[in-house]
């Protein structure tokens, strides 16, 4: 299996922060690692995948970049909507895994 | 605008069988190029994949689960279904069910709300 561990497991932050969570993966990914947000009581919504890709409707604030093992997503200033926990996950190869997730909070 | 929805009951008695149902809505699970998952969140901690059915037919489970879990696919009623067998209270929280974009780029682009399933006697 491909572990995937993200830091940090949560952080603080400020409106307008500039904010960056890394994803490390155990064996190399090429660019299958996408990024998920969860807010609580929500449903997870996608905001990168293939590594660096905005989905459709995400705001241009989220960027994702990396490739092989190692991930980053930005969040290029922190807007009051995006505090909540993010999780980066391989879609390599099954079984698919999920990083452990980062809260982000104030 | 493809939709999902688990059902299944809140309440499963230790060691007997957890059985979800997702229905989708708005597409067919046999057209395009996707994957049907189950993903679920235990309380306080994070996102453990299941596994998920192909519109072909081939399956992937979570080693993890692999002895426990069946999925299976009903295309007459556009449902794919999970089976738990034995569960214990580890096995309580939120499942959703999940399409995950398979052309080029994997991931999971449509969600269900989420059920929750307590394993409690």
């Known amino acids: 299996d491909i572990q995937m561990t993200q830091s940090p497991p949560s952080l603080s932050a400020s409106v307008g922060d500039r904010v960056t969570i890394t994803c490390r993966a155990s064996?190399?990914?090429?660019?299958?690692l996408n990024w998920y947000q969860h807010k609580s009581g929500k449903v997870p919504k996608v905001l990168i995948y293939a590594a660096s890709s905005l989905q459709s409707g995400v705001p241009s604030r989220f960027s994702g970049s990396g490739s092989g093992t190692d991930f980053t997503l930005t969040i290029s200033s922190l807007q009051p909507e995006d505090f909540a926990t993010y999780y980066c996950q391989q879609s390599h190869s099954a079984p698919l895994t999920f990083g452990g997730g980062t809260k982000v909070d104030i | 605008q493809v939709q999902l929805q688990e059902s299944g009951p809140g309440l499963v008695k230790p060691s007997q069988t957890l059985s979800l149902t997702c229905s989708v809505s708005g597409g067919s699970i046999r057209s395009g190029s996707y994957y049907w998952s189950w993903i679920r969140q235990p309380a306080g901690t994070g996102l453990e994949w299941i596994g998920r059915?192909?519109?072909?037919?081939?399956?992937d489970y979570n080693p993890s689960l692999q002895s426990r879990v069946m999925l299976s696919a009903d295309t007459s009623k556009n449902q794919f279904s999970l089976k738990l067998t034995s569960v214990t209270a580890a096995d309580t929280a939120v499942y959703y069910c999940?399409?995950?974009?398979?052309?080029?780029?994997?991931?999971?682009?449509?969600w269900g709300q989420g059920t929750m399933v307590t394993v409690s006697s």
């Open positions: 064996h190399s990914i090429s660019v299958y």
């Open positions: 059915i192909y519109t072909s037919g081939s399956i």
């Open positions: 999940a399409r995950e974009e398979g052309g080029s780029n994997f991931f999971f682009d449509i």
